[in-house]
């Protein structure tokens, strides 16, 4: 009894694993939300980056490898 009652637990959890897959498959990104995401994540104000020497840290202007990256601050006076 307690091996039939975990083969109908286990198909239950199996059909219903397989039921999100196949959905998950017909769901698609519209390309307006995509290029949302990408406004959302975007940087607001048009701040100087800087990259110096030769590492492990991703420069975002050159795509390069540097060791050290700034960003260029400046005080705004109304």
Same mark, same amino acid.
Do not use: W
């Given at each position: 009894?307690?091996? $039939?009652?975990?083969? @109908?637990?286990?198909?239950?959890?199996?059909? +219903?694993? $397989? &039921?999100?897959? #196949?959905?998950?498959?017909? #769901?698609?990104?519209?390309? +307006? $939300? +995509?290029?949302? @995401?990408?406004? $959302?994540?975007? *940087? #607001?104000? *048009?701040?100087?980056? !800087?990259?110096? =020497?030769? =590492?492990?840290? *991703?420069? %975002?202007?050159? &795509?390069?490898?540097?060791? &050290? !990256? =700034?960003? =260029? @601050?400046?005080? #705004?006076? %109304?």
């Amino acid at each position: 009894m307690k091996k $039939l009652s975990v083969l @109908i637990f286990s198909s239950i959890i199996a059909i +219903l694993v $397989l &039921y999100k897959v #196949e959905v998950s498959k017909n #769901e698609k990104v519209s390309s +307006l $939300l +995509l290029q949302n @995401i990408e406004a $959302l994540a975007a *940087d #607001e104000h *048009d701040r100087s980056k !800087y990259c110096f =020497g030769v =590492g492990s840290v *991703d420069c %975002p202007t050159s &795509y390069q490898k540097a060791e &050290y !990256y =700034g960003i =260029g @601050i400046s005080i #705004e006076i %109304p």
